[in-house]
């Protein structure tokens, strides 16, 4: 038998983690005998047991031991069995943390009620019969292992969703789940703003200063990013040092305004050291009109060309869509090649053909 109340500063780390051990039962009661009672049938059922006299410390011995299973006696010195049930699942209701509530003396019909109500997992009404008691345990232990193992398997199962959806580096929503994101407000027919996002001279950062501080580069870009954007916008890394940002509900002047607070945010950011002397980028935006009969290659490819013209136009700098930048788009892309599509995979814009240095 084991008592936390009598180990002093021990904490849980001392313990082995519950997988490697026998089930940890922690006994509450004010009174000595009937510890000893549970102690007996639980230790004869393989069970290690922990005992804990004052309910006062319930909180911290379980936030401390994490046992499998508390008994809890009904009869207890401060407040009733169900008031000190009840206080406990009110902790995380999201944890499943078992409690079987029990008793030495004839039980009233609402008693039991009311500690089923106060969330007791299970009522044993007459704590003598070991039996019934030995049963209704290992019904609560069996429970619970299958409530962790469903929740390890949704957590396995949420943490493979997230490194689906997400780029590694930088966190951002990787291309696929950036272009699902805008394929769904299409399909809502929601308007909102398309900011193409691009490094400036980026291959001269990994060509100069090596790929891990063009690393961290793209983590600064991100994180402003992110830290600009609204909980109901979309940003991701699109490739290479590109990115893209859905700004919902924005129309031309808005997308605009946004994309250059962006910009001005991104040119403040202290670089790393050794690094480049600034970290700049271009942007080109465009407008999903949910009125027409846009898609998300048509936005995207008007996006595409305004970062063209921007690039062109001396980068780290903000233009929006207009005719203008259609005939620069074509100038940029090589007359033999065919009509690229915005949402297909291509080179890095370091590595297009361009006049000049990017």
């Not at 100038?331 to 006049?355: F, G, N, W, Y």
Request: hydrophobic share 40%; net charge negative.
């Amino acid at each position: 038998m084991f008592d936390p109340m009598n180990h002093g500063n021990l904490s849980v780390s001392s313990a082995p983690p519950i997988s490697e051990g026998p089930p940890r039962v922690l006994v509450v009661s004010p009174i000595a005998a009937r510890q000893g009672e549970l102690v007996e049938v639980l230790e004869r059922d393989g069970y290690e047991a922990l005992t804990l006299k004052d309910a006062d410390e319930l909180l911290r011995v379980v936030a401390e031991y994490e046992p499998d299973l508390v008994i809890l006696d009904s009869e207890q010195d401060q407040a009733s069995g169900a008031e000190i049930c009840g206080e406990l699942k009110a902790t995380d209701p999201k944890q499943h943390q078992p409690v079987l509530l029990v008793s030495w003396q004839p039980l009233e019909e609402a008693q039991l009620a009311a500690g089923l109500l106060a969330g007791a997992d299970d009522f044993v009404a007459d704590a003598h019969r070991s039996l019934e008691l030995s049963a209704r345990v290992r019904v609560q232990l069996r429970t619970k292992r299958f409530v962790d193992a469903l929740y390890r398997v949704r957590s396995e199962r949420d943490s493979l969703r997230r490194d689906a959806a997400c780029d590694a580096l930088t966190g951002l929503l990787n291309r696929r789940a950036l272009e699902r994101n805008a394929l769904d407000r299409v399909e809502r027919r929601e308007r909102f703003g398309v900011l193409f996002i691009d490094g400036d001279r980026f291959k001269l950062i990994n060509d100069n200063f090596g790929h891990l501080v063009g690393d961290r580069v793209l983590i600064l870009i991100a994180d402003m990013l992110r830290a600009g954007l609204r909980p109901g916008d979309a940003v991701g890394r699109y490739g290479g040092e590109e990115f893209v940002a859905l700004v919902a509900g924005a129309g031309p002047e808005a997308a605009r305004l946004v994309a250059e607070r962006l910009r001005r945010s991104i040119e403040s950011l202290e670089p790393p050291v050794p690094g480049p002397s600034r970290i700049t980028v271009s942007i080109g935006t465009a407008v999903f009109d949910a009125r027409g009969s846009d898609d998300v290659q048509a936005v995207f490819r008007r996006a595409d060309m305004a970062l063209y013209a921007a690039k062109r136009g001396g980068r780290n700098r903000v233009v929006m869509h207009t005719p203008e930048c259609e005939v620069l788009g074509e100038l940029a892309t090589p007359p033999s090649s065919p009509p690229r599509s915005s949402v297909e995979p291509r080179a890095s814009r370091s590595e297009q053909p361009e006049a000049g240095s990017r």
